[in-house]
């Protein structure tokens, strides 16, 4: 979905949907006050706040790779948004973005990953595959699975919007309930462009407060030197994307967005191809929407021609992360019903 623009900056509109955003809270809150069913492994939650992307699937392909260079099993699972399968599927080879979603393919290049709209079955799945750790990629305000250590993150430009409460603004639940379930947070960008408000509420509840950055890939961006670009992304901040082009020195000349987890028909795909040829640009996207449009016929031109910016999350102290994750219990632990 794409944003309200007044979810951005509070107004007339939101002070109307207060009422409404009332309500959705009490019941968000409620909800996530329920105690989950244990999966028998350690569960680590890489979750956000808010409706909409802030790096959350970087985030967890990092903690992945810091688990198996500690010699840890992980096992992502993931709800696999705009898929078809409703799952438990483990996420294979010949599997696209209309199978399983968009995220889980990239999630699988990491780690084996689990597909499961019921977490509970999906963190059965993974462990009885040998998962000796799952991570979850989203999934902080669901209840049904007991989240042994959940690392929130927060896009440090972006923050909280306007601070609401859905439909109002674009919290996903009362910020003091979220604080009070959240183990840690990450901050990932500038946190002193909007995010130092959230932080400092966290750190006053004695939570752990990180920072983290998505750089991208330097030998793309080497491949890319002297080419001139229409970007496009379908992600939940496209400007995003844009801004992390700019800051690498690549030129879009020409921009185009799309809404989060975008199909593209095939007059859209056929469309940019076309403008691109026209123009001499080189088309440019991000690694979901590449993963998204590879194997759909309608989008065809656009795999075709289309090349990957690939951006990894990299932690500003590692060892915090790595001490933080150090204190989740490892090993089999009890496996209780839900209540």
Aim: aromatic share 4%.
């Amino acid at each position: 979905m794409r944003e309200p623009g007044f979810w951005r900056h509070d107004g007339a509109i939101a002070a109307l949907l207060s009422p409404l955003a009332a309500i959705y809270g009490g019941l968000a809150a409620r909800r996530m006050a329920r105690s989950g069913a244990r999966a028998g492994v350690p569960v680590i939650c890489v979750g956000n706040f808010i409706v909409g992307g802030a790096g959350k699937t970087p985030t967890a392909i990092a903690l992945a790779h810091m688990l198996i260079a500690e010699g840890g099993r992980p096992f992502f699972l993931t709800r696999g948004y705009g898929g078809r399968l409703s799952g438990p599927v483990r996420v294979e080879p010949g599997h696209r973005a209309r199978d399983v979603g968009d995220e889980p393919l990239l999630l699988a290049r990491a780690a084996p990953t689990v597909v499961a709209r019921d977490r509970v079955a999906g963190a059965a799945r993974a462990v009885a595959a040998g998962a000796d750790v799952i991570v979850m990629d989203d999934g902080f305000q669901n209840p049904s699975l007991h989240k042994d250590f959940a690392l929130i993150v927060i896009d440090g430009e972006h923050a909280l919007g306007n601070g609401r409460i859905i439909p109002a603004g674009p919290l996903r639940a009362p910020l003091a309930a979220q604080l009070e379930r959240a183990s840690a947070l990450l901050v990932v960008g500038d946190a002193e462009a909007g995010a130092g408000e959230v932080a400092s509420a966290a750190r006053a509840r004695g939570r752990p407060v990180l920072r983290g950055f998505l750089a991208p890939d330097p030998a793309a961006v080497a491949a890319l030197a002297g080419r001139k670009t229409l970007a496009f992304a379908g992600i939940a901040r496209p400007q995003k994307f844009f801004a992390t082009l700019e800051s690498a020195g690549i030129v879009a000349v020409l921009t185009r967005a799309f809404p989060d987890h975008h199909r593209y028909s095939r007059a859209e795909a056929t469309a940019l191809a076309q403008e691109a040829a026209r123009e001499g640009l080189t088309l440019l996207t991000t690694e979901k929407d590449l993963a998204r449009i590879e194997g759909d016929a309608d989008a065809a031109p656009l795999a075709e021609a289309a090349m990957a910016l690939p951006v990894k999350l990299a932690f500003e102290d590692a060892d915090a992360v790595r001490a933080l994750l150090g204190g989740v219990p490892r090993g089999k632990c009890r496996t209780l019903a839900a209540t």
